[in-house]
T-cell receptor, first 115, second 112 residues
Framework: DAEITQSPRHKITETGRQVTLACHQTWNHNNMFWYRQDLGHGLRLIHYSYGVQDTNKGEVSDGYSVSRSNTEDLPLTLESAASSQTSVYFC??????????????FGEGSRLTVL | QKEVEQDPGPLSVPEGAIVSLNCTYSNSAFQYFMWYRQYSRKGPELLMYTYSSGNKEDGRFTAQVDKSSKYISLFIRDSQPSDSATYLCAMSGAGNNRKLIWGLGTSLAVNP
């Protein structure tokens, strides 16, 4: 079965360190997204990609970067982790063209703690 | 004012109750309306999908869209403990307005 997997599921790091969260999907979807979810703020879009070599900033992109070198993967990098980036991060993908607008398939989440 | 408003709850009901979850929105360009369910420590999953106005039913779940009032609802009949989760509404326009806008989510507990 097609799926979307995130790793690591849990990570604790220190302020100032670089962190990369991996996202791999086997749906063969063109669209991929990174969200963070925090109490009181809900899901907020960090970065998204509509295809290989395409990346776009979301509403909370400062301090984060992504790259899309193939269809399956969209790693999220925190250049210099800050305590404000302690959160649960979700990767999602969706089909372009024939897919339903707004139908996203989510990973299980990566819980990041920055000390 | 947020584009999408959703009462975060928590909402606690006895098993078998009818549950009503609601979202209001301000952008009249929204045409696609979704309800996602999120279990604790899991990612959201699409539960119901509605285009434009009207009702859609799927088993115990009914999604209702009232575009004139900018109001959407999710009804759960004969609620079960397995329905305990956070329910997030999401909506989108078409074309250049395809950005997905999320509600904060409503936490629901169904007690046996």
């Amino acid at each position: 079965d097609a799926e979307i997997t995130q790793s690591p599921r849990h990570k604790i790091t220190e302020t100032g360190r670089q962190v990369t969260l991996a996202c791999h999907q086997t749906w063969n979807h063109n669209n991929m997204f990174w969200y963070r979810q925090d109490l009181g703020h809900g899901l907020r879009l960090i970065h998204y990609s509509y295809g290989v070599q395409d990346t776009n900033k979301g509403e909370v992109s400062d301090g984060y970067s992504v790259s899309r070198s193939n269809t399956e993967d969209l790693p999220l990098t925190l250049e210099s982790a800050a305590s404000s980036q302690t959160s649960v991060y979700f990767c999602a993908s969706s089909e372009s063209g024939t897919g339903l607008i707004g139908e996203l398939f989510f990973g299980e989440g990566s819980r990041l703690t920055v000390l | 004012q947020k584009e999408v408003e959703q009462d975060p709850g928590p909402l606690s009901v006895p098993e078998g109750a009818i549950v009503s979850l609601n979202c209001t929105y301000s952008n009249s360009a929204f045409q696609y309306f979704m309800w996602y369910r999120q279990y604790s420590r899991k990612g959201p999953e699409l539960l119901m999908y509605t285009y434009s106005s009207g009702n859609k039913e799927d088993g115990r779940f009914t999604a209702q869209v009232d575009k004139s009032s900018k109001y959407i609802s999710l009804f759960i009949r004969d609620s079960q403990p397995s329905d305990s989760a956070t329910y997030l509404c999401a909506m989108s326009g078409a074309g250049n307005n395809r950005k997905l806008i999320w509600g904060l989510g409503t936490s629901l507990a169904v007690n046996p």
